[in-house]
């Protein structure tokens, strides 16, 4: 089993900066695909970002690409997500969740980071 902790979201205005951590613990994260998802209420859970398990190849949801990034400490067992250039739209609840490869389902899910973006 893996357990993840989301922190770092908050009150933030347009343009400004944040940067989320995953806390992993249970089992090390550095076999597993990591990712961050997010939610507004009254939508579907968006796809934002994730990266591989030792290249660290990443990809990107269409809405954050060039704003977002995406990184792994499999040292401290913690994903960490960048977000600069921030909007309104970006505003949501913030999961962080992990699977042990790109043909499995995201089995592990934290209990999300809320960030809100103030125009």
């Known amino acids: 089993q893996v ?3 989301e922190s770092g979201g908050g009150l933030v205005q347009a343009g400004g ?3 989320l ?6 089992r090390t994260i550095s076999n597993h695909l990591m990712g961050w998802f997010r939610q ?3 939508k579907e859970r968006e796809f934002v970002a994730a990266i591989t398990r030792s290249n660290g ?3 990107y949801g269409d809405s954050v690409k060039g704003r977002f990034t995406i990184s792994r400490d499999n040292a401290k067992n913690t994903v960490y997500l960048q977000m ?3 909007k309104p739209e970006d505003t949501a609840l913030y999961f962080c969740a992990a699977r042990v490869d790109s043909y499995s389902d995201w ?3 934290g209990q999300g980071t ?3 973006v103030s125009s």
């Open 57 to 59: 190849n990443t990809n």
């Open 40 to 42: 507004s209420p009254g």
């Open 3 to 5: 357990q993840l902790a």
């Open 21 to 26: 951590s995953c806390a992993a613990s249970g």
């Open 84 to 86: 600069n250039s921030l």
């Open 114 to 116: 809320q960030v809100t």
């Open 107 to 109: 089995r592990y899910w």
């Open 17 to 19: 900066s944040l940067r």
